[in-house]
């Protein structure tokens, strides 16, 4: 590219489109073959005065901003709140923070262009490109370098090292792909994470509690179209232990009760009852992907993910309706215990959650 | 006289005197109770027979003379005054027309007479009833846990910020920031429409403190960062940005390529 | 006394300047470039937009992290704000509401930092527009439009890996979906899952390892492309939109020392300022509302920033569709709305330039850009794809629109299924009509000039509007269009009977040649537009005397004396401009 500048060669005659011939400068290039407007600021030298104030109005004011700036860090405490019109009341320290700083910054924009747009030259100038192909030449040049190049390395002439390279060079790698194996480094008690997928802590006898609360549920207790967001009531215990989420991510569940009557099947097998005088237990885990549902409207039984809005009918085996998961919401087996409370019969017959290659696999 | 006289020093006297003024407050007292104990029976006789009245005219045509529903409308009995209140109250009840969901609009009874509405179809049955002043006093209240029971309880269907959310077939969770706490907890008593009923019995009385005092101080809450948007979350601030922000940016750059005069 | 102070500075920055070149030859680079000449037009901006708003991305971000702990280890939050005192959060969370709500000026960066992260890949998504509808991918450039696209996906991968660091509700359910994703990869999904997030889904690693890729891997390849695609953009200097005296061979503007350093420069403060104070009185993401991450919670309206919108309407829209094949599980359902549909999206995409220049045999460099109505089909596609996009943006924010309309979901769904199908395919024909028919216009303007909106009546009794010559400005935009013929149809052999060995993909790059060009608009030849020329000075023989004519009646008017107006027109009576170009 070291020939860019030869469209303009020093003292070069031109003429440029007003008539008016001119010697270019070194490192200036011809004007454009375009009618060249003279703007105000070029003819009258109140228009360019009044520019040149504005220009350095701008960057005195950001400078004002600054100033603003700090004094608003320093004297504005952190909870105050300003009422701005059509916003209404906000943090009058980020308010204040945002807009001197954003103004102090803007300003040195606006009075840079502004300077570029009514002072600086406005005469559209030529250069000329050059084909991205490099010459015959070079290209020759670079051919013959690489001949001579592959030549004194001996590359054609031993194949064996060439192969032998090129192999090395495609394994290398490897190593550090493995090493990303331990990503999750497996317990010696958990099996394929598709093993770990299928279970979740349910287990016989084992009561539900509210969630958040932890207290657990009497039969009795839960209304006709009411909805209780539960866990098993060793989840506290288990995440104290784990200190992590993973168990609650798979175990929590939603009791709805409706009457009797308007269930049409459950997911037990033929004639049995998952669930106990009405009240129906199923995951609330989505099994399109994973969002947790509680959005039950209790007078159609439907329940519904507020993310890709899977529907799915909790009186009818909670089978898909509408929307794009294709599982139903599994179901858990529920029964109540000596003194009335909610209880788990075993953990979730089918895997809760998102389908994955291996979920249907006995 | 005399006598009386000359015992008044006695040291029994002061008990006497005492037992009598006992006596005769009690007894006054207990006399005045029945009084408006028997006033009050024949208010509130009076009240549900208002309420009857108010009843026949503006809801039996669709909940039946007797409360007992329709095709046209659920039937009334056992749901409490508390879901009169919340109905009536929020101007959902009566009807205007059939939709989907019976929305909140302007309220068409005065307080005195949604109580007497109130009153008699709690006569109905017994069900769950307006909250008492003391259930609505909120002092002390742990608003962060009322966070966690909103967010493990409410926002799957009234977003985060109580603004609402759809739900199947043109039916929605309605936005709460104007409902008042008389009204969420009702709501929460009775479940209207398609929302699912929050017992006290699966959700004690001091949860819903909890959760309706969260509501009110997210109400009550600034935003801090400005300009909520809403507080939808990410559908407002894109379009914010491609139709405020990008539109303001494009602009600039046509100002700076604008040919100057 | 100030140009002395001046010139002392620049005695200092000459000497500076000579240390330098004697040690990295860059006087020579300087000789070259500082003064390059960049065309004036405002989109040639949308890229600056996009740098600039991820330079303000990378300044924010790096404040940010000295305050932001990516660990998930619980705490009991005890900051200032009452409506989560004492809930057990994670320290990500925690200490993202510090910046919130402790850190002077911290909120200001967050909200810097996640509009600058909106800004960039709208402005991204505008350039990209720019320099689709304007062909300037093609030859030189399809390797920076490839450049461009990966840097467009690195965006993405930025805004969405950024997106989950809070370790608040919506970012938590984002993971969950993106976890749902590579649960449904076919054969290896479950031991993805598992290597990504540490196991079991949330684990205790996944933001740790967002975080490393969110500040480091990420932005390193964006500022690694951004300088592939500006050193490219150097090396071929910028296309220019036609006009007079561009050329393929030349370009006009203004030299980059000094209007460029100063409308560039300034545009950086311009927009940094405008994201500041935007940042300043909107608010975005207001993590202390949605709570922290629990995977048994969710709020109504669960959605991802805009860019990632389209996808998560792509997962509403598609029907539930799984293949069980023997006992193993495909779940279309989400494997085609998030993983082949983009894919199949960005791949077109990446290939359109060589696709084009295949079907036109052009090999030609192209520095001046099309006008959009001069290439329809390319318009058309473009329109197509963002008619496409838009389709399932709003699908994934159907629940808000639907609440906000009072419409049904379902309802929604169903439409937006149909709408996804047929609204494209309606956006393409209509804008290939258009575009058609505003190059029959241009025809015209060349032929006949430009309609000024007089209307004459010629002696005959007939009505013309007068048209008058366009300018050269004008003239050299319209002459600007390509002329563009479909591929003829490959021999199938050659004279000798011998097979062409490439008549097959001779053929199909003739299709879709003629699907490109086939309707296209032929332009005037040179004797067309000469001949043009002088029907429209012709028109101004009628004209001429015919004003004369006016004005002698004026004068009668005044007069009082009615002239009678009279009926002959100069010599062309019976013909139009055509015959009246034979005596001109």
């Known amino acids: ?362 | 006289m005399k006598s009386l006289a000359k015992h008044r020093r006695h040291p029994a006297a002061v008990l006497v005197v005492i037992m009598l003024g006992l006596l005769l407050t009690g007894g006054l007292y207990a006399a005045a109770n029945t009084a408006t104990e028997a006033r009050s029976v024949e208010a509130d006789a009076l009240l549900i027979e208002e309420g009857k009245r108010l009843f026949l005219e503006g809801c039996s045509s669709c909940h039946g003379l007797a409360g007992q529903g329709s095709d046209n409308g659920p039937s009334l009995i056992g749901v409490g005054a508390a879901a009169v209140d919340f109905q009536v109250g929020t101007g959902r009840m009566p009807l205007a027309n059939f939709g989907a969901q019976a929305p909140s609009k302007a309220v068409e009874y005065t307080d005195e007479q949604i109580r007497a509405i109130a009153a008699f179809v709690a006569s109905l049955a017994p069900g769950p009833s307006i909250p008492s002043a003391e259930d609505l006093d909120f002092t002390g209240v742990d608003v962060a846990r009322g966070g966690e029971l909103f967010r493990a309880n409410c926002s799957q269907c009234h977003q985060a910020a109580g603004r609402g959310g759809a739900l199947s077939n043109g039916q929605y969770a309605p936005n709460l920031m104007k409902t008042t706490p008389e009204h969420i907890w009702e709501a929460m008593l009775t479940g209207p429409q398609q929302m699912p009923v929050f017992a006290d019995t699966t959700l004690p009385p001091q949860d819903k403190k909890e959760i309706i005092s969260y509501i009110e101080s997210i109400r009550a809450s600034d935003d801090p960062g400005g300009w909520a948007l809403g507080r939808f979350g990410p559908v407002t601030e894109g379009l914010f940005v491609w139709i405020g922000g990008m539109l303001l940016a494009v602009i600039l750059a046509v100002w700076i390529g604008a040919k100057v005069r | 006394m100030s140009t002395e102070q001046i010139s002392g500075i620049e005695k200092k920055g000459a000497s500076a300047a000579t240390y330098v070149d004697e040690r990295v030859h860059s006087n020579s680079w300087f000789s070259r470039n500082l003064n390059k000449v960049f065309p004036d037009h405002w989109s040639f901006m949308l890229g600056e937009i996009a740098l600039y708003s991820f330079v303000v991305v990378l300044l924010s971000g790096v404040y940010l992290t000295l305050f932001y702990k990516p660990s998930v280890v619980e705490v009991i939050y005890d900051g200032p704000y009452i409506p989560l005192k004492g809930v057990t959060i994670s320290e990500a969370y925690d200490s993202a509401l510090a910046i919130s709500f402790e850190v002077r000026g911290g909120l200001l960066m967050r909200q810097i930092h996640h509009w600058s992260a909106l800004f960039f890949v709208v402005a991204i998504a505008v350039h990209m527009f720019r320099v689709f509808f304007t062909g300037a991918f093609r030859k030189p450039r399809e390797l920076n439009w490839v450049v461009g696209m990966t840097l467009a996906l690195m965006a993405l991968a930025a805004g969405f890996t950024g997106y989950s660091l809070p370790d608040d509700l919506l970012s938590g359910t984002g993971l969950r979906i993106i976890e749902g994703i590579i649960l449904a990869i076919p054969v290896i999904g479950t031991w993805a899952s598992f290597l990504v997030f540490g196991g079991e889904f949330p684990g205790v690693d996944i933001i740790s390892r967002l975080y490393g890729i969110h500040i480091l891997l990420v932005p390193g390849i964006i500022v690694g492309l951004i300088t592939v695609h500006l050193m490219m953009v150097w090396t071929q200097k910028h296309t220019q939109f036609p006009g007079p005296g561009r050329t393929d061979k030349n370009v006009v503007g203004y030299p980059l020392m000094p209007v460029y350093m100063a409308k560039a420069g300034g545009f950086f403060f311009l927009i940094f300022g405008l994201i500041t104070i935007i940042a300043g009185i909107v608010q975005i993401n207001p993590i202390w509302i949605f709570g922290p991450y629990t995977p048994d919670q969710v709020s109504a309206g669960t959605q991802p920033d805009w860019y990632i919108g389209w996808l998560d309407g792509a997962l509403r829209l598609m029907p539930n569709i799984e293949w069980i094949i023997f006992d193993y599980t495909i779940s279309l359902n989400v494997l085609i709305p998030t993983v082949v549909l983009p894919g199949l999206i960005v791949t077109a995409a990446i290939i359109y330039p060589w696709l084009e220049a295949w079907a036109t045999g052009d090999k030609r460099e192209h520095h001046v850009l099309d006008r959009p109505r001069n290439a329809p089909t390319r318009t058309a596609l473009g329109v197509m794809a963002i008619v496409f996009y838009v389709i399932l943006w709003v699908g994934g924010g159907n629940d808000i629109i639907a609440v906000g309309f009072d419409l049904s979901i379902n309802f929604m769904i169903w439409f937006l299924r149909f709408a996804l199908i047929i609204l494209p395919a309606l956006a393409f024909i209509i804008t290939k009509r258009i575009c058609l028919s505003l190059q029959r216009r241009d025809r015209d303007k060349l032929l006949h000039g430009r309609e000024t909106g007089r209307i004459l009546r010629l002696p005959t009794g007939e009505f013309i509007e007068v048209h008058a010559p366009v300018n050269e400005e004008e003239r050299a935009v319209l002459e600007s269009k390509p002329d563009d013929k479909p591929l003829p149809e490959p021999p199938e052999s050659d004279s000798a009977g011998v097979r062409n060995p490439k008549y097959k993909s001779g053929r199909r790059a003739a299709g879709l040649s003629r699907f490109l060009y086939r309707d296209t608009i032929e332009k005037p030849t040179e004797a067309e537009i000469h001949h043009g020329d002088e029907a429209i000075e012709a028109e101004d023989d009628f004209e001429a005397p015919l004003l004369e004519r006016e004005e002698s009646m004026h004068v009668a008017h005044d007069g009082s004396v009615l002239a009678k107006p009279a009926v002959d027109a100069p010599e062309t009576t019976s013909d139009n401009g055509d015959g009246g170009s034979e005596q001109s």
Not at chain 1, 213 to 235: F, R, S
């Open chain 1, 1 to 362: 590219m070291s020939d860019e500048i030869t469209g303009t060669e020093p003292g070069q005659e031109v003429a440029p489109s007003d008539g008016d011939t001119k010697a270019l400068r070194p490192g200036e290039w011809p004007p454009a073959d375009v009618e060249h407007h003279l703007r105000r600021t070029d003819t009258d030298p109140k228009a360019q005065a009044r520019a040149v104030r504005q220009v350095a109005t701008m960057f005195m004011l950001s400078a004002v901003m600054v100033v603003l700036f700090i004094v608003a860090f320093i004297a504005i405490p952190r909870d105050a709140v300003v009422s701005i019109p059509f916003i209404g009341p906000i943090s009058a320290l980020n308010s204040a923070m945002g807009l001197t700083f954003g103004l102090a910054i803007f300003l040195i924009g606006a009075g840079a262009v502004h300077w570029a747009k009514k002072l600086m030259s406005n005469v559209e100038v030529v250069q000329e490109r050059h084909p991205m192909k490099s010459t015959e030449d070079e290209t020759e040049l670079a051919a013959d370098i690489y001949e001579v190049g592959k030549e004194q390395s001996t590359w054609a002439k031993f194949p064996i090292i060439r192969r032998t390279m090129l192999a090395a060079m495609a394994l290398v790698p490897i190593p550090f792909i493995v090493s990303l194996r331990d990503l999750w480094i497996q317990p010696a008690d958990v099996g394929t994470p598709s093993a770990e997928l299928r279970r979740t802590i349910w287990e016989p006898g084992m009561r539900l509690v509210t969630d958040i609360t932890y207290q657990p549920i009497k039969a009795d207790e839960i209304p006709t179209g009411g909805l209780v967001n539960a866990v098993p009531e060793n989840l506290r215990e288990v995440e104290e232990d784990d200190h992590n989420l993973n168990a609650r991510a798979k175990a929590a569940v939603i009791v709805v009760r409706m009457l009797p009557e308007e269930i049409q099947s459950q997911q037990s097998p033929e004639g049995t009852d998952w669930g106990y005088e009405g009240i129906l237990c199923f995951s609330k885990i989505c099994t399109h992907v994973g969002c947790p549902i509680s959005l039950y409207q209790q007078r159609t039984h439907l329940l519904l993910c507020p993310c890709h809005q899977s529907t799915f009918d909790l009186s009818d085996s909670a089978e898909v309706v509408f929307g794009p998961a294709y599982r139903r919401m599994p179901q858990l087996p529920i029964e109540v215990d000596d003194e009335g409370y909610l209880v788990a019969v075993s953990d979730f017959p089918e895997p809760v959650g998102p389908s994955f290659w291996e979920i249907s696999r006995p």
